[in-house]
């Protein structure tokens, strides 16, 4: 999947809205001023403008952000900030437009403005010199930020929390950032509309009437579509198959518009492939998804079905590519990335607390037993525990630490230190209960644990397995003191014990051999490609790059979201089970999860070159669909044939 910008068709034209008013400007006193590491900021009063038309009231909520003695800091980090909010109310009558702005006075000494991240609500924190350049309202004003705009109905209000801090990438070499200032103010300009415009309307004002963008949202049905939360998740409780709409909900870049559930209109030819849009991003770039190569769906019998359904007679390997691993392995928390970190482990420790671990079996044995015909049970008589040996021999044993069983095996003779021969009493069924059965055929059967214990070990960065060195194989009786064990039947495992002391007869005193110095960030550092991107690199390069289709691609965010689950308590890192966001698909052990159309962290938003939103780390721009998106389309549940993204194959999310 990619995203596709600047592609334009002609398209029947709709009368555009008309912005009449006065503008009005609401400013309130910010200042910033900092040496190298040490950032403030101010905010003063309640400020509020008015005109014979209407009234825009801007309101200060909280007291002002006062950061003393910060350090440049991760975008993680400053989103825990306590923020200054601020509300916005349209006092009029009348509909209102608004634009928020970040004005930087003369007085300032600053001329990096990289070196400050800006975070308003939930919005993904961006370089303040990000924001687009606008006009400035204010006579000492050198240059303007926009910040948001928005529209506010009658005696509707809106609040900000702002939040600004160090860019994390500032360091001490950065001297024209040392011992400068920042002066600014935050400025609102507002303008009376005569109705809330919809969202074909707010098109046509960024894009234009003839833009591909505007004629999707024409003629679009949105009567059906989900509702969007306050955080900008999506209430979507169930599959849509019926009907096809196309519905909104935030994303990274503003407002993006998708399809869901039965759609039909949503094809492209590109290429030489065939597309489905996905959703027109919040840029104004288009999302599409492969859908077949067009000579082949274009030679299909029934071309026009296969162009409604997506599918052919349940024959879909046209639909995809070809097949990949995500990964080759599954054996590290690295391998859930669409590119990883550090898939080896770190260094062996031996942990201070000492455990006891069993190391043999403590069973039961009878000199005779009782048969309950009604249950079908045996009952040994007079049981007493003991470790297996030659004395074992002619009693009988369930083979466990329970004293009755519905198997019962009679000891025959002695095998050698850990196995017996043995004959095995069953039970049949019969019309009044049960009767006793007793095997005929004599076999061998464990009776006490014959593990490896070794002198030393190895361990195995890459595959994260300890290797015993100088094992032997024998059951536990204390002589095994000092030595190193899997617990186990096998000379290599992921938990290794050392034997510190004997416990009883069947249980040592241990330590765990645990595994130190990987941490979450460098297991999903973005480094190594994944195997499927290796896949999906290599079709771009043979299909795209160099050819004129090329120009057509915009670098726009693919979300491969590694946050965790609300019930996950394990690390990320190594072989720790690890829940991931959709572990439970739309549930989890706390109730209902939503799916969203923003990506939570920056290291997760894989782009090309973006490094300001995105990560910057694609080769180049393309991806795949993730399950939120998913979701939205239609996808919930496991017996929804009718989405338009059913294809009839198994297919990998992002």
Known sequence: ?????????KVRTKKAYYIVGIILVICVFIGISYALWILSFNQEDTNMLASDCFQLTFTEDTDAISLDK?????DEEGKTLTPYTFTITNQCSSYASYQVNLE???????????AIKVE????????????EVVQTTLDNAVTSFKLKTGYLDHNESVSYDLRLWMDE??????????????????????????????????CVEKYGADSIQCSILADADTEGCPTVNDDGTVQVTSGESANGYLCSAPDDYGTSYYYRGNVENNWVKFGGYYWRILRINGDGSIRMIYAGDASVIDALPNKS??????????KTDYTQIGTSAYNSSSNNNAYVGYMYGENYWGEPEMGETTSSQSLNRYYYYADSYTFDTTTG????????????SEELVGKYTCSSTSTSCTTMYAIDSYYDSYRAYVYSYTRTRIDAGYEENHGTSRSTWELARNYYYGNGYTFNKTTGYFILTDYTRSVYDGSQVGKYTCASNYSSCTTLYYIESEDTITTANVKTISITGTTYDDTHANITNSTIKRRVDTWYEEHILGTEYEQYIADTLFCNDRLFNLSNSGTGTGRSLTYYRWRYGPWDSTGRQYPR??????????????????????????????????????????????????????????
């Not at 910060?70 to 991760?74: G, Q």
């Not at 079905?305 to 349940?314: E, H, I, Q, S």
């Open 1 to 9: 999947m990619f995203i596709v910008s600047d592609l334009k068709e």
């Open 377 to 388: 049970t045996y009952t040994l008589i007079n049981p007493t525990q003991a470790v297996w």
């Open 120 to 131: 308003l609500n939930e919005d993904t924190p961006v370089l303040l010199s990000s924001n």
């Open 597 to 654: 159309l923003t990506c939570s962290r920056q290291n997760d938003r894989f782009t090309a070159n973006d490094e300001i939103t995105g990560n910057g780390d694609l080769t180049y721009p393309i991806g795949l669909v993730n399950t939120d998106e998913v979701y939205l389309a239609g996808g919930y549940g496991s017996n929804n044939f009718g989405y338009y993204l059913y294809t009839g194959n198994d297919y990998w999310t992002m």
């Open 70 to 74: 910060a350090y440049p800091i991760t």
């Open 104 to 114: 930087v006075l003369d007085s300032s000494t600053l001329s990096r403005y990289e």
């Open 169 to 202: 990438n500032i360091t001490m070499a950065d001297v024209d950032v040392m011992n400068t200032s920042l002066a600014s103010k935050i400025t609102v300009t507002a303008s009376y509309i005569d109705h809330m415009p919809t969202g074909y309307e707010q």
């Open 305 to 314: 079905d296969v162009l409604k359904n997506g599918y052919y007679d349940g």
